[in-house]
C-alpha cells in the first residue's frame, strides 16, 4: 500500500507509514467476510456444525458488522480517533485469536460476533483518520485511492488465502493470521495516529443498534431453524416472532425516542432510497451467498481441495473489479443508471441459471469459468449503478445517513438471504450423493437467479436519468466503508 501511495505521487514518512496502518486495517476487514468460505468444509466437519448452522460462521460476522457500522461511524467523533481505532483492532484481534482456537461451535460462532463488532467499529475509523489526516485535494485523492485498492485487494485475497492456509496449514490459520497483523497494527497506532478533537457532546443510538441487530439476527435464527423443523416449529416461530417485534420497536425508537436517531425513516419517503435499497437488499441476498455455495460446490461436488478451491475463485473476483472499475463507470456516463442495474442483473442471473446444471462430470470450464464469467460481469454492471442511485440527490446532512444505510442493507441482505438460501438445501451432506448436492445446490443457484430477475423488474422503478461518478474525495464516507 506503501509503494502504491509514493507511485501515485504521495509525500513519504510518517504520512505513508499512516496511510500503510489504516489501509493494513481496512484489507483486514474486508478480507476476513470471505476467507473463511474456502475453509467452510473443514470447519463444518473440524468442530461439528451441522450443514444448516454452518451459515452461522458467516453471518456470525456479517449481523454486528452491519447493524453497529453507522454507531462505529460516531464513534471516532466522540472518544477520539486513536482510541477507537485501538479498540476496534483490538477486539478484532482477540475475537480472531479465540476463533482460531476455538474448541466448539458456539465458541467459534461467538468469536465471529465479536469479530463483525469490532469490524463495525475499525472499519469507519480508518477512513475517519484518513479524511482528517490528508488535507483535501490531490494528496487525499491518492490516500482514498490506495485506501479503496486496499479493500479490493482484501476481497480479492480472501479465497485465495483462505485456500491456501487452510490446505497447507490448518482452517484456523484463516483467523490466526490477523493476530500478528492486529498486533503490530495496535503498536503502530500509538505512535502515529493522532486523537484528534472528541466532540462529546454527540449522542450514540446505541439502543436503536442494539435492536436493529438482534431484530435481525432473531429473524435470521428463525428462518435458518425452518429448514431443520419446519415453519411452523415451535423455534422458527418464536425467532420470526421476537425479530418482527424487535425491528417495530426500532422503528419506535428511532421516531420518538432516539434525539440522533441511527437512520432517520424520513429516508424511505424518497424513491430513490425506498426502492434502491429494496434493490440492494435483493442483489446482497444473491451476490454474498453465492460464494458460500459456490464453495461448497466446488469442494463436496467436484471434489476439489481447498488450494483449489481458491484457485479457482480467480476469475471471479477478476471480472468483477475489472468490470466495476474500468467498464461500468464509462457506461454510467452514456446509459442511465436504472438500465444498467436491470441489464446487469438480467445477465447475472442467466450465470446463475448456468451455474445450478453444475454436476459431478462437469469440468472447469463449463462448470465454474463459464457461468462465473457471465454472472460476475453482470454483477459488477449492477453494483456501482444501485450504489450511486442510492446516494445521489440527497441534502448534505442526510448523505451519510443514506449512504450508511445502504451499506447496511446490502450486509442484512447477505445474511437474511443466506439463511433463506440455506433452506432450499439438503440438510444432510453425509447421506447425500455427489449428484444429489449437485441438484440441491442448483436449487439454491436457481432461487438467486430468480431474486436477480425481481432487482430487474425493481430497477425500472427507480428516477431515470444517467448515473454520475462523484470524485472519491467528494464521496459521502459512509459510502467508502464496505
Known amino acids: 500500500?506503501?509503494?502504491?501511495?509514493?507511485?501515485?505521487?504521495?509525500?513519504?514518512?510518517?504520512?505513508?507509514?499512516?496511510?500503510?496502518?489504516?489501509?493494513?486495517?481496512?484489507?483486514?476487514?474486508?478480507?476476513?467476510?470471505?476467507?473463511?468460505?474456502?475453509?467452510?468444509?473443514?470447519?463444518?466437519?473440524?468442530?461439528?456444525?451441522?450443514?444448516?448452522?454452518l451459515q452461522w460462521v458467516v453471518n456470525a460476522?456479517?449481523?454486528?458488522?452491519?447493524?453497529?457500522?453507522?454507531?462505529?461511524?460516531?464513534?471516532?467523533?466522540?472518544?477520539?480517533h486513536r482510541r477507537v481505532f485501538l479498540a476496534g483492532l483490538a477486539l478484532f484481534t482477540v475475537a480472531s485469536l479465540a476463533g482460531g482456537l476455538a474448541t466448539s461451535a458456539e465458541i467459534l460462532v461467538a468469536a465471529r460476533a465479536a469479530q463483525g463488532l469490532g469490524a463495525a467499529v475499525l472499519a469507519p475509523a480508518t477512513l475517519t483518520i484518513l479524511t482528517t489526516s490528508f488535507p483535501e485535494g490531490?494528496?487525499?485523492?491518492?490516500?482514498?485511492?490506495?485506501?479503496?485498492?486496499a479493500g479490493l485487494a482484501g476481497g480479492a485475497a480472501g479465497n485465495l488465502a483462505?485456500?491456501?492456509?487452510?490446505?497447507?496449514?490448518?482452517?484456523?490459520?484463516t483467523l490466526l493470521i490477523n493476530v500478528p497483523l492486529g498486533a503490530l497494527g495496535m503498536v503502530l497506532s500509538v505512535r502515529w495516529i493522532r486523537d484528534g478533537n472528541p466532540a462529546g457532546r454527540r449522542r450514540l443510538d446505541v439502543g436503536g443498534a442494539v435492536l436493529a441487530t438482534t431484530g435481525l439476527a432473531a429473524l435470521t435464527y428463525g428462518v435458518s431453524r425452518a429448514q431443520e423443523h419446519g415453519w411452523g416449529a415451535p423455534r422458527p416461530v418464536l425467532g420470526?416472532?421476537?425479530?418482527?417485534?424487535?425491528?417495530?420497536?426500532?422503528?419506535?425508537?428511532?421516531?420518538?425516542?432516539?434525539?440522533?436517531?441511527?437512520?432517520?425513516?424520513?429516508?424511505?419517503?424518497?424513491?430513490?432510497?425506498?426502492?434502491?435499497?429494496?434493490?440492494?437488499?435483493?442483489?446482497?441476498?444473491?451476490?454474498?451467498?453465492?460464494?458460500?455455495?459456490?464453495t461448497l460446490s466446488m469442494q463436496r461436488v467436484l471434489n476439489y481441495s481447498p488450494l483449489l478451491t481458491g484457485l479457482a475463485f480467480l476469475p471471479h473476483t477478476v471480472v468483477a473489479i475489472v468490470v466495476g472499475v474500468r467498464l461500468t463507470p464509462w457506461l454510467?456516463?452514456?446509459?442511465?443508471?436504472?438500465?444498467?442495474?436491470?441489464?446487469?442483473?438480467?445477465?447475472?442471473?442467466?450465470?446463475?441459471?448456468?451455474?445450478?446444471?453444475?454436476?459431478?462430470?462437469?469440468?472447469?470450464?463449463?462448470?465454474?469459468?463459464?457461468p462465473a464469467l457471465v454472472f460476475s460481469l453482470g454483477s459488477g454492471l449492477l453494483t456501482t449503478p444501485i450504489t450511486t442511485t442510492v446516494t445521489s440527490g440527497l441534502a448534505t446532512a442526510d448523505a451519510g445517513a443514506a449512504s450508511g444505510l445502504m451499506n447496511t442493507t446490502k450486509q442484512f441482505g447477505a445474511a437474511l438471504g443466506?439463511?433463506?438460501?440455506?433452506?432450499?438445501?439438503?440438510?444432510?451432506?453425509?447421506?447425500?450423493?455427489?449428484?444429489?448436492?449437485?441438484?440441491?445446490?442448483?436449487?439454491?443457484?436457481?432461487?438467486?437467479?430468480?431474486?436477480?430477475?425481481?432487482?430487474?423488474a425493481l430497477a425500472f422503478a427507480l428516477p431515470a436519468g444517467k448515473g454520475r461518478v462523484p470524485g472519491r474525495e467528494n464521496a459521502p464516507a459512509a459510502e467508502k466503508v464496505h
Open 1 to 53: 500500500m506503501i509503494r502504491l501511495y509514493h507511485k501515485l505521487g504521495g509525500s513519504t514518512g510518517g504520512e505513508a507509514v499512516l496511510l500503510g496502518l489504516v489501509c493494513g486495517a481496512q484489507f483486514m476487514v474486508v478480507l476476513d467476510i470471505s476467507v473463511v468460505n474456502v475453509a467452510l468444509p473443514s470447519i463444518e466437519h473440524g468442530l461439528g456444525f451441522t450443514p444448516a448452522r
Open 61 to 80: 460476522y456479517a449481523l454486528p458488522y452491519a447493524g453497529f457500522l453507522l454507531l462505529g461511524g460516531r464513534l471516532a467523533d466522540l472518544l477520539g
Open 138 to 149: 490531490t494528496r487525499r485523492t491518492r490516500a482514498l485511492a490506495t485506501w479503496t485498492a
Open 162 to 173: 483462505g485456500g491456501l492456509l487452510t490446505e497447507v496449514l490448518s482452517w484456523r490459520w
Open 240 to 294: 420470526l416472532t421476537a425479530g418482527a417485534l424487535l425491528l417495530v420497536a426500532f422503528v419506535v425508537v428511532e421516531t420518538r425516542v432516539a434525539t440522533e436517531p441511527l437512520l432517520p425513516l424520513r429516508l424511505f419517503r424518497l424513491r430513490t432510497v425506498s426502492v434502491g435499497n429494496t434493490a440492494m437488499l435483493l442483489a446482497g441476498a444473491c451476490l454474498n451467498p453465492m460464494w458460500f455455495f459456490l
Open 332 to 370: 454510467m456516463r452514456r446509459v442511465q443508471a436504472r438500465t444498467l442495474v436491470a441489464t446487469g442483473a438480467v445477465i447475472a442471473a442467466a450465470g446463475f441459471a448456468w451455474q445450478s446444471t453444475l454436476t459431478p462430470g462437469s469440468g472447469y470450464v463449463a462448470g465454474i469459468l463459464g
Open 418 to 456: 443466506l439463511a433463506v438460501l440455506v433452506t432450499t438445501t439438503t440438510t444432510t451432506t453425509t447421506a447425500a450423493t455427489r449428484a444429489g448436492l449437485a441438484t440441491s445446490y442448483g436449487r439454491a443457484f436457481l432461487a438467486i437467479a430468480a431474486a436477480l430477475v425481481v432487482v430487474a
